[in-house]
């Protein structure tokens, strides 16, 4: 995303920030065991492939996040690798980032965890083109799960967007999408980061970067990244005016920009 600086909210993310630039990091904390996950989701992933033949056979599966009512994140600890399944024999398919390319602590989703002997691994999105790819880490890459019960919808048919907390709608307000040439991608994706909009009124006051990444468009700053900013013309919305991201009212963004957290769920259909 372009033309924005980092906004830190939350104290103890600023306190990550200067944790993860630092010259070695802190250990791993508190990952919360198995037996305490949530029942599994319809939104989960499927379940992992079988362990190597040289593994362990007995294995459980906890699902962490339902991504609706509850959501949980972490930040990294170390650039770990991540594999295809939970096994360190696996195809690597990505690695963990300290940073965001608007250069704030970058965070992960917990989606579920897999325990086999004594270890435990943590299925993860992993931000980037083309959307969707998830991969297995260990658990000490991750630092203490943080919690969310929110989540963001955005409807690019009827042009709305509406912010669920413990199931209840707390925000609605109507949005502009990419146009069919340039779409806003559907998915499940997720808050990375809140940031302040500088350089001019054209992307309103404030921005929330997303994991989400435009089809095309990959020579914008970050590689595409999708953000959910204000705007200049608010004449536009509803609408599809833009370029792959979500514009809202400048009225609308500050008010989600306050609601949402850092973490939250966003769906988009």
């Known amino acids: 995303m372009a033309n924005f600086v980092r906004k830190d909210t939350n ?31 319809t ?25 609706t009512t509850l959501t949980r994140w972490a930040y990294p600890q170390t ?6 399944r939970p096994s ?24 579920r965890s897999y325990t086999i002997g004594t270890k435990v691994w943590i299925q993860v999105p992993l931000p980037g083109r083309p959307n969707g790819r998830t991969g297995w880490v260990i658990s000490t890459a991750l630092g203490e799960l943080h919690e969310v019960h929110q989540y963001l919808r955005i409807n690019r048919e009827r042009l709305r967007a509406t912010l669920y907390r413990d199931g209840h709608a707390i925000f609605n307000a109507p949005v502009g999408v990419g146009r069919p040439s340039l779409p806003t991608p559907a998915g499940h994706f997720y808050v990375t980061e809140k940031l302040l909009a500088i350089g001019g009124p054209v992307y ?17 700053p970050g590689g595409g990244v999708v953000g959910i900013h204000g705007t200049d013309d608010p004449q536009l919305i509803p609408g599809r005016p833009p370029h792959g991201c979500i514009r809202l009212r400048n009225a609308d963004i500050t008010r989600l ?11 988009i259909v």
Not at 11 to 23: E, F, I, N
Not at 79 to 84: F, G, I, R
Not at 104 to 111: E, I, R
Not at 205 to 220: D, H, N, V
């Open 204 to 220: 309103g006051p404030f921005a929330l970067g997303t994991s989400a990444y435009a089809p095309s468009l990959s020579e914008w």
């Open 43 to 67: 939104q989960a992933p499927a379940s992992p492939s079988t362990p190597a033949a040289h593994e362990p056979s007995t294995a459980t599966v906890a699902t962490l996040s339902n991504l």
């Open 257 to 267: 920009w306050r609601l949402a957290e850092v973490g939250t769920p966003i769906e």
């Open 88 to 111: 360190a024999h696996s195809r690597i398919v990505g690695h963990l980032q300290y940073l965001t390319s608007d250069g704030q602590a970058d965070v992960y989703l917990a989606l």
């Open 79 to 84: 650039a770990s690798p991540a594999h295809a």
């Open 11 to 41: 104290d103890r993310a600023h306190r990550k920030v200067g944790q993860l630039c630092a010259a070695t990091l802190a250990g791993a904390l508190m990952l919360l065991a198995p037996a305490a996950a949530t029942a599994a989701s």
